[in-house]
């Protein structure tokens, strides 16, 4: 079988993979004295770890240097976490690291990380524990100490954004042996206070040993518990503790912490006022125009509906038919006066005052009875003659009873 002829990259670029595949090797931590360390202009951080009997070429790049609080100096004793790699334009084998802490912190990092583990098991950090923020509180706590910087700066921040809030300062330790107890403390003292809305749980950066206070499993577990919202400001924006977790919110620094706390400013608040004003009186302009418009279409049914115009048409129709009727009788008098007069001229002409002017006379025996033949008379009687105008008295001289 003939041997393989590697070329100097490709034995370079096989020992690499082989260093990847290994995951034992790509979360490490290593312990070691810095020498040589090194920051160029690219930002990257180059550096060797040794000890008594070996080295090792180490080189952290800018991203996960900005994230380092602590920058070790020559011949600082550290612990180095990494994955290993080879570099192969120069066929060295390094340590790409991406976190550098004191020695005498890796005991503090790992109890950190065992508790943070146990903690996160027993759902302490679920993210269906956390609760939501109020948007106008009225009341703020603050548990921290009144000595520090970051208190001024939360101050300062909620008086700027939202003074028409009251705050209510718990003190307590933020640092040492005894401040685990005393966090606990101003935690329930401010729970105890029914009108607090939410509580902020603040302090400056520091190493990891100042901020260890906040890795007690204590204050993690006063403050999952807390009964009102928690926001967590300690320390910097890399800065992560166990309080952190914990909290509803977590906050990089003590003023962002107070921003969080306050989601909208008082200038906000009066825009937003403005604009629901506006927004109110328009919504009810616009009602009040519906309204109108509902009253005016009522209105026109209701006329439409209403007797009025029935009663107005009958009116007329009365004083039509009254006016007919007023024509009718007088048209039917007028006939019947004319047909008065009529017979009133009949009358008159068969009348024996009419017959009487005409030369006729009424001749009325002495009894009274009108004479119609002269037999009903004898020579002697007195008779009454009534003629057109005035009567004589007459007396019978001579009868002829011939008709012939």
């Not at 290993?84 to 005991?107: F, H, K, N, T």
């Not at 008086?159 to 209510?168: I, K, N, S, T």
């Not at 330790?173 to 105890?192: C, F, R, T, W």
């Not at 007919?324 to 001229?345: D, E, F, M, N, T």
Request: hydrophobic share 40%.
């Amino acid at each position: 079988m003939e041997q393989k002829r590697w070329t100097v990259s490709e034995l370079t670029r096989y020992v690499r993979q082989i260093f990847e595949a290994d995951y034992r090797l790509q979360d490490v931590e290593v312990e070691g004295e810095i020498s040589d360390f090194r920051l160029p202009g690219s930002g990257h951080a180059y550096f060797t770890l040794k000890d008594a009997d070996a080295q090792l070429r180490c080189v952290m790049w800018r991203s996960d240097l900005a994230n380092q609080v602590y920058l070790p100096q020559h011949g600082d004793r550290v612990i180095a976490r990494g994955r290993m790699g080879v570099y192969e334009a120069s066929g060295q084998y390094q340590l790409y690291c991406q976190r550098i802490l004191p020695a005498g912190q890796g005991d503090l990092h790992a109890q950190f990380e065992r508790l943070k583990v146990a903690l996160q098991a027993e759902g302490l950090f679920d993210a269906d524990r956390k609760r939501p923020l109020p948007s106008l509180p009225k009341v703020i706590g603050i548990a921290t100490s009144p000595s520090t910087a970051a208190l001024q700066d939360v101050l300062n921040v909620l008086h700027r954004r939202y003074p028409l809030a009251q705050v209510v300062l718990a003190p307590t330790l933020v640092q040492g042996d005894q401040a685990p107890a005393q966090i606990v403390e101003a935690l329930a003292a401010l729970n105890s206070q029914p009108d607090i809305d939410v509580l902020l749980l603040v302090r400056g950066g520091g190493s990891l040993e100042d901020l260890w206070c906040f890795n007690d499993e204590r204050v993690a577990r006063a403050v999952a518990n807390s009964r009102v919202p928690v926001i967590a400001g300690v320390g910097h924006e890399i800065d992560f503790t166990l309080a952190d977790f914990a909290a509803d919110l977590r906050a990089p620094t003590p003023s962002a912490a107070a921003e969080l706390a306050t989601p909208v400013t008082v200038n906000e608040l009066g825009g937003s006022l403005s604009a629901f004003t506006v927004q109110m009186a328009n919504r009810l302009k616009q009602s009040i125009d519906i309204r109108q418009q509902t009253l005016n279409d009522v209105r026109f049914r209701l006329r439409q509906t209403s007797p009025q115009a029935r009663i107005d048409n009958l009116r007329q129709r009365i004083d039509g038919q009254l006016g007919r009727i007023g024509q009718a009788a007088r048209g039917s008098i007028a006939l019947k006066r004319a047909a008065l007069h009529g017979a009133q001229r009949a009358l008159e002409g068969i009348s024996p005052a009419q017959t009487l002017a005409r030369g006729y006379a009424i001749v009325q025996g002495a009894n009274g009875r009108v004479l119609k033949d002269a037999a009903e008379s004898t020579p002697g009687d007195r008779l009454n003659i009534q003629l057109s105008r005035g009567r004589l008295q007459a007396t019978v001289t001579d009868q002829e009873t011939n008709y012939e």
